[in-house]
Nanobody, 118 residues
Framework: QLQASGGGLVQAGGSLRLSCAAS????????CGWYRQAPGAQRELVAD???????NYADSVKGRFTISRDNGKKTVYLGMNSLTVEDTAVYFC??????????????WGQGTLVTVSS
């Protein structure tokens, strides 16, 4: 139901843009978030965005990352600038939404790897 893309290898100081598109049973997206999990670490929230567009960021990415959404495309984005090696992780998108029958759904993307080299 969620297709994440945009990860890859980038040098420190570089930029990437992740995308996460909802399809299938997800009729409308509500609150969306990006999480990441580095090797040996727990999954942590990077940023989220409400249905009204209110955003929230982890302190470690404030001023560098930007979360945005396109409701018509049912897609959430994560723009990442000034990347550091500490940003290396698998990034997961999470979407809360509703089905065509107005049932709530909570979906996770498959994860996309971001590797930042020094």
């Amino acid at each position: 139901q969620l297709q994440a893309s945009g990860g890859g290898l980038v040098q420190a100081g570089g930029s990437l843009r992740l995308s996460c598109a909802a399809s299938g049973n997800i009729y409308r997206i509500n609150t969306c978030g990006w999480y990441r999990q580095a090797p040996g670490a727990q999954r942590e929230l990077v940023a989220d965005i409400s249905s009204s567009g209110r955003t929230n960021y982890a302190d470690s990415v404030k001023g560098r990352f930007t979360i945005s959404r396109d409701n018509g495309k049912k897609t959430v984005y994560l723009g990442m600038n000034s990347l550091t090696v500490e940003d290396t992780a698998v990034y997961f998108c999470n979407v809360g939404g509703i089905t065509p029958y107005t049932k709530p759904v909570d979906a996770w993307g498959q994860g996309t790897l971001v590797t930042v080299s020094s």
